[in-house]
Nanobody
Framework: QVQLVESGGDLVQAGGSLRLSCAAS????????MGWYRQAPGGQRELVARITRGGSTNYADSVKGRFTISRDNAKNTVYLQMNSLKPEDTAVYYC?????????????WGQGTQVTVSS
């Protein structure tokens, strides 16, 4: 199992920046993939960015060029640097970890952190 704790959400003006952090309770070397998802009011949870154990990354089209996912293996922490924020980025952001255990795929989620972008 893994516990995830997000931090860094805040209220920011459009055009501003925020960095979200996700601290894992175990070595992230052992986690197959970690990612950030978001859910706006009335909307579905959607993938924002993901990084695999091998370091490959992928991003939602809406955030490409503005957001960057990275990790600090020594701190067991994954980050989401968000620049040029827009009001449509307003959502609760959730950290996700995926573990492959044999043939099973286990998903773990943090509690979420609120990001609000004012226009």
């Amino acid at each position: 199992q893994v516990q995830l704790v997000e931090s860094g959400g805040d209220l920011v003006q459009a055009g501003g920046s925020l960095r979200l952090s996700c601290a894992a309770s175990r070595s992230i070397f052992s986690i197959n993939a970690m990612g950030w998802y978001r859910q706006a009011p009335g909307g579905q949870r959607e993938l924002v960015a993901r990084i695999t154990r091998g370091g490959s990354t992928n991003y939602a089209d809406s955030v490409k060029g503005r957001f960057t996912i990275s990790r600090d293996n020594a701190k067991n922490t994954v980050y989401l640097q968000m620049n040029s924020l827009k009001p449509e980025d307003t959502a609760v952001y959730y950290c996700n970890a995926v573990l492959f255990i044999g043939r099973e795929v286990d998903d773990y989620w943090g509690q979420g952190t609120q990001v609000t972008v004012s226009s």
